[in-house]
């Protein structure tokens, strides 16, 4: 779990700066709070003695000075730690996007929608394992350090009995709980998983009138799965509420130990009463910093589950890595002729007899029914599906003497349906180019048609989109989706059915931006949908196509 969580915290490097102030200023606020209660302890206790209002002068101002920084603190702290989360985020989900695009825009990954979805829900979940775990956390060990050194150099046996108390109370307890947390998730996820199934399959059942009887028997397996499930909660809330119970009775007792202990050396003439008291405080002081470890620690290993999933994405090796020539910046002209193109692993070509010639400014439909090897062609122009007959050239050469990489690198993609991150829509434009300044971005939404009601927003392009992006329209997700393929600046734009989501009128509207927008590159379309073929300069069919072929 931790390497886990560490190596998320590598790859979030830019925020780094921002993170150590974060931890540092929430070290500052917790340690404020317990330092608060002591002074103000060794002031209450100084001040019995009576002595000179002006030798308590620095004590008084000393908890002014904590009581106010305090919330100053806690304040700045979340403003810089929320900016480290956020810039993480963005670079966890760039990093994540350049190589979903590498392994396969319509390969395997993508076909699984839902699969994509839960990792951008895993991306997403990033902010918290910083601002829940790794500052809490962190900053918690470090105010408790400094207790504890404290409270050795007034009271060595002191310092000993807190220290032990916060390795029971902070340390040990929590991460039990995480561990039996960890193991009974999997159990939990299963039960639901089930249910959710069941669930289902009663439903679709209900409506054939053969499977009726099925209804109450399955029903029941419902309500045991509830039950299960239930039983499992409660489990995992005693084991949250026993650790809580834990953390308070180790410094409850610490504190007592303490005060026994302080009594001592206080008679024995070798501690200051005060300072008797201050060390009796402190354990009670360190509570609220205990007690906030174990939900860092149960943050920490759900970010974990989430990290493993990115990295099982961001470690997965583009399976097509070729070396070879980087493909010229003029890559005309892009020729596919009479090819066929096979998917790996099948037999058969999907599609033959493919003749595509790609130019600057062309633009190019390619229709056909379902399922007759539209999305393979752009396929094969990407390299995830192979050219198993005729030629595919670039600039005049066989793809095969240019790096695969570069060859995919001409080709920029906009998805049937555009896969849109929880964050701004201008954020969700910048992750096909991680560099581009607002100016690129305003420019690339302008192309897409998206000015006016960007201009309409309160917060403009800073407008978060929701989950999934919920919180647009259809047609203004496929917009955002056009926009981040024309910020990315390739020679070519590919687009698979980009209307297929769309109700006719906007969809109408859409694909004509997209002719305009496209400009001087090429322009590859595919569609099903034959009430556009005529805006464009080329038809391919494959209907016509594979009856000639076969
Ligand atoms: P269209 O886009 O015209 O509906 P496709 O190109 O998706 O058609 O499909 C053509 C054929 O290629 C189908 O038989 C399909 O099963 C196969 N195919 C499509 N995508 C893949 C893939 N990622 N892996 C293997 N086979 C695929
Ligand atoms: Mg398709």
Same mark, same amino acid.
């Given at each position: 779990?931790?390497?886990? *969580?560490?190596?998320?915290?590598?790859?979030?490097? +830019?925020?780094?700066?921002?993170?150590?102030?974060?931890?540092?200023?929430?070290?500052?606020?917790? =340690?404020?709070?317990?330092?608060?209660?002591?002074?103000?302890?060794?002031?209450?206790?100084?001040?019995?003695?009576?002595?000179?209002?002006?030798?308590?002068?620095?004590?008084? *101002?000393?908890?002014?000075?904590?009581?106010?920084?305090? =919330?100053?603190?806690?304040?700045?702290?979340?403003?810089?730690?929320?900016?480290?989360?956020?810039?993480?985020?963005?670079?966890?989900?760039?990093? /994540?996007?350049?190589?979903? @695009?590498?392994?396969?825009?319509?390969?395997?990954?993508?076909?699984?929608?839902?699969?994509?979805?839960?990792?951008?829900?895993?991306?997403?979940?990033?902010?918290?394992?910083?601002?829940?775990?790794?500052?809490?956390?962190?900053?918690?060990?470090?105010?408790?350090?400094?207790?504890?050194?404290?409270? &050795?150099?007034?009271?060595?046996?002191?310092?000993?009995?807190?220290?032990?108390? /916060?390795?029971?109370?902070?340390?040990?307890? +929590?991460?039990?709980?995480?561990?039996?947390?960890?193991?009974?998730?999997?159990?939990?996820?299963?039960?639901?998983?089930?249910?959710?199934?069941?669930?289902?399959?009663?439903? %679709?059942?209900?409506?054939? +009138?053969? %499977?009726?009887?099925?209804? #109450?028997?399955?029903?029941?397996?419902?309500?045991?799965?509830?039950?299960?499930?239930?039983?499992?909660?409660?489990?995992?809330?005693?084991?949250?509420?026993?650790?809580?119970?834990?953390?308070?009775?180790?410094?409850?007792?610490?504190?007592?130990?303490?005060?026994?202990?302080?009594?001592?050396?206080?008679?024995? =003439?070798?501690?200051?009463? @005060?300072?008797?008291? %201050?060390?009796?405080?402190?354990?009670?002081?360190?509570?609220?910093?205990?007690?906030?470890?174990? +939900?860092?620690?149960?943050?920490?290993?759900?970010?974990?589950?989430?990290?493993?999933?990115?990295?099982?994405?961001?470690? &997965?090796?583009? @399976?097509?890595?070729?070396?070879?020539?980087?493909?010229?910046?003029?890559?005309?002209?892009?020729?596919?002729?009479?090819?066929?193109?096979?998917?790996?692993?099948? !037999?058969?070509?999907?599609?033959?007899?493919?003749?595509?010639?790609?130019? #600057?400014?062309?633009?190019?439909?390619?229709?056909?029914?379902?399922?007759?090897?539209?999305?393979?062609?752009?396929? =094969?122009?990407? $390299?995830?599906? !192979?050219?198993?007959?005729?030629?595919?050239?670039?600039?005049?050469?066989?793809?095969? @003497?240019?790096?695969?990489?570069?060859?995919?690198?001409?080709?920029?993609?906009?998805?049937?349906?555009?896969?849109?991150?929880?964050?701004?829509?201008?954020?969700?434009?910048?992750?096909?180019?991680?560099?581009?300044?607002?100016?690129?971005?305003?420019?690339? /939404? !302008?192309?897409?048609?998206?000015? !006016?009601?960007?201009?309409?927003?309160?917060?403009?392009?800073?407008?978060?989109?929701?989950?999934?992006? *919920?919180?647009?329209?259809?047609?203004?997700?496929?917009?955002?989706?056009?926009?981040?393929?024309?910020?990315?600046?390739?020679?070519?734009?590919?687009?698979?059915?980009?209307?297929?989501?769309?109700?006719?009128?906007?969809?109408?509207?859409?694909?004509?931006?997209?002719?305009?927008?496209?400009?001087?590159?090429?322009?590859?379309?595919?569609?099903?949908?034959?009430?556009?073929?005529?805006?464009?300069?080329?038809?391919?069919?494959? $209907?016509? &196509?594979?009856?000639?072929?076969?």
């Amino acid at each position: 779990m931790i390497s886990d *969580v560490a190596r998320l915290i590598r790859l979030a490097r +830019p925020a780094r700066t921002r993170l150590i102030g974060a931890i540092l200023l929430a070290a500052g606020a917790t =340690g404020a709070a317990v330092a608060l209660l002591a002074v103000s302890g060794w002031l209450i206790a100084r001040a019995s003695f009576e002595p000179p209002v002006l030798h308590l002068m620095v004590a008084v *101002v000393a908890v002014r000075f904590f009581g106010i920084s305090r =919330g100053v603190l806690r304040y700045a702290e979340r403003l810089v730690g929320h900016d480290a989360a956020f810039t993480a985020l963005a670079t966890v989900r760039q990093r /994540l996007y350049a190589q979903l @695009e590498r392994l396969a825009p319509i390969g395997r990954l993508w076909r699984r929608g839902d699969l994509l979805d839960r990792l951008v829900a895993d991306v997403d979940a990033v902010p918290n394992v910083l601002t829940r775990a790794v500052v809490p956390a962190v900053s918690g060990v470090l105010v408790m350090a400094a207790a504890v050194i404290a409270a &050795t150099i007034i009271l060595p046996s002191a310092g000993a009995v807190l220290a032990t108390a /916060l390795v029971i109370g902070a340390i040990l307890g +929590p991460w039990t709980v995480a561990r039996a947390d960890q193991r009974e998730s999997a159990q939990l996820r299963d039960v639901q998983a089930r249910r959710a199934d069941l669930i289902a399959e009663t439903v %679709l059942a209900a409506s054939d +009138p053969g %499977l009726a009887e099925i209804g #109450p028997g399955r029903l029941a397996a419902v309500a045991d799965l509830d039950v299960a499930e239930a039983r499992l909660v409660r489990r995992a809330a005693r084991r949250a509420g026993v650790a809580n119970a834990a953390t308070m009775l180790s410094l409850t007792a610490a504190s007592a130990v303490i005060w026994w202990l302080g009594s001592g050396a206080t008679q024995a =003439g070798t501690l200051a009463a @005060e300072n008797a008291t %201050l060390l009796v405080l402190l354990p009670l002081g360190l509570l609220e910093v205990s007690g906030a470890m174990q +939900p860092a620690v149960a943050a920490a290993a759900q970010a974990a589950a989430s990290a493993r999933r990115i990295f099982g994405v961001l470690d &997965t090796p583009a @399976e097509r890595a070729r070396p070879g020539a980087e493909v010229p910046a003029e890559p005309w002209p892009i020729v596919l002729r009479d090819a066929a193109l096979t998917w790996p692993g099948a !037999d058969e070509p999907s599609v033959r007899d493919v003749d595509l010639h790609l130019a #600057p400014g062309r633009r190019i439909a390619i229709a056909g029914p379902s399922g007759s090897g539209k999305s393979t062609v752009l396929a =094969g122009l990407m $390299e995830y599906a !192979d050219v198993t007959g005729g030629d595919y050239l670039v600039a005049g050469a066989p793809h095969a @003497e240019y790096a695969a990489d570069t060859v995919r690198s001409i080709y920029a993609w906009c998805d049937q349906q555009a896969h849109l991150f929880d964050t701004t829509i201008a954020e969700n434009v910048r992750l096909s180019r991680p560099g581009a300044s607002d100016e690129q971005i305003a420019a690339a /939404l !302008d192309a897409a048609r998206l000015s !006016d009601w960007i201009a309409s927003l309160p917060h403009g392009a800073e407008t978060m989109v929701g989950q999934f992006g *919920v919180r647009v329209s259809g047609g203004q997700r496929q917009r955002i989706g056009l926009a981040r393929a024309l910020l990315a600046d390739r020679p070519v734009l590919l687009a698979d059915e980009p209307t297929a989501s769309l109700d006719r009128e906007t969809a109408d509207r859409l694909m004509r931006d997209l002719l305009a927008a496209s400009g001087d590159r090429a322009l590859v379309v595919v569609t099903h949908d034959r009430r556009y073929l005529g805006d464009f300069d080329v038809v391919l069919d494959l $209907e016509a &196509t594979q009856l000639l072929a076969r």
